[in-house]
Structures are given as C-alpha cells and as structure tokens.
C-alpha cells in the first residue's frame, strides 16, 4: 500500500462517552471510524482558520518573534505534543 504523502497519522485520546458517540455518529453515516473522526477534525480546522492564524500571530507577538519562525520552533522539530 503507498500512503499518502500529504497526511499524517498520531493517536488521540478522547473519553469513553466522546468516543461511543462518536463510534454512533460514524456507523450512522456508514463511515469507519477512523475516516470519520479525520473528516470531523479537518472540517473544525477548516471553519477555524482564522483564529488559528491569529492566534499564532498573538504569539508570535508575545514572544518577539516573527511568525515564521515561530512555526519553525513549534512545528519544526518533528516532537510528540505534550500529554495532559
């Protein structure tokens, strides 16, 4: 199988009820679970955009650096996200 260079794949975490629901809402549109989740997540960034931009701009701000490279410092390094 060639994967698809344009996405990447990780693990998350979501509660027992989130994830039932969610496991609802999939087989209730005939869609894997997996593939439904994706589809959810993307379509949020997307309507979100804007305050992503923005509120990478009032960081980078904040920190005194350019927007570029503060993307470069969070995106950059290839590290896991933090865990809560």
Do not use: C, P
Not at 65 to 73: E, G
Request: aromatic share 6%; net charge negative; proline share 0%.
């Amino acid at each position: 199988m060639i994967e698809d260079k344009k996405s990447v794949s990780f693990t998350i975490r979501l509660s027992t009820d989130d994830a039932e629901a969610l496991r609802v809402w999939a087989r209730y549109h005939g869609k894997g679970l997996s593939a439904y989740g994706a589809q959810i997540i993307s379509s949020r960034i997307e309507a979100n955009l804007a305050l992503i931009d923005g509120l990478a701009d009032r960081a980078a701000a904040s920190r005194n650096m350019s927007r570029a490279d503060l993307l470069q410092s969070w995106l950059g390094k290839g590290e896991d996200e933090t865990e809560d």
